[in-house]
Nanobody, 124 residues
Framework: QVHLVESGGGLVQAGGSLRLSCAASGRAFSSYAMGWFRQAPGKERECVAAISRGGGSTNCVHSVKGRFTISRDNPKNTVYLQMNSLKTEDTAVYYC?????????????????WGQGTQVTVSS
């Protein structure tokens, strides 16, 4: 069992930055690939970025490439999402997820545990 708690969301103007954190407790954090997903009102949940157990990472959607970076700190049991040059279309609830696997994945059903989400609102 893994318990995930996101933090760092909030209201920011377009062009600004936020860093989301996801603290994990429970079974060995380093055993999990991690991902950040988001869901905007009326839209399906989508993968934003994912990172493997070993630290290899990727952006899942083209719209965030060059702006969002996922990273992990295994000794601190934490995964981060640095978001720069934010746009109004980035407004969504952002979720952290953990998958008991080695390689990263952008597929939601492959994740075993989910956090409660943190709201990110980007104003124009």
């Amino acid at each position: 069992q893994v318990h995930l708690v996101e933090s760092g969301g909030g209201l920011v103007q377009a062009g600004g930055s936020l860093r989301l954190s996801c603290a994990a407790s429970g079974r060995a954090f380093s055993s999990y690939a991690m991902g950040w997903f988001r869901q905007a009102p009326g839209k399906e949940r989508e993968c934003v970025a994912a990172i493997s157990r070993g630290g290899g990472s990727t952006n899942c959607v083209h719209s965030v490439k060059g702006r969002f970076t996922i990273s992990r700190d295994n000794p601190k049991n934490t995964v981060y999402l640095q978001m720069n040059s934010l746009k109004t279309e980035d407004t969504a609830v952002y979720y952290c997820a953990a998958a008991l696997r080695v390689r990263l994945t952008n597929t939601a059903y492959e994740y075993n545990y989910w956090g409660q989400g943190t709201q990110v609102t980007v104003s124009s």
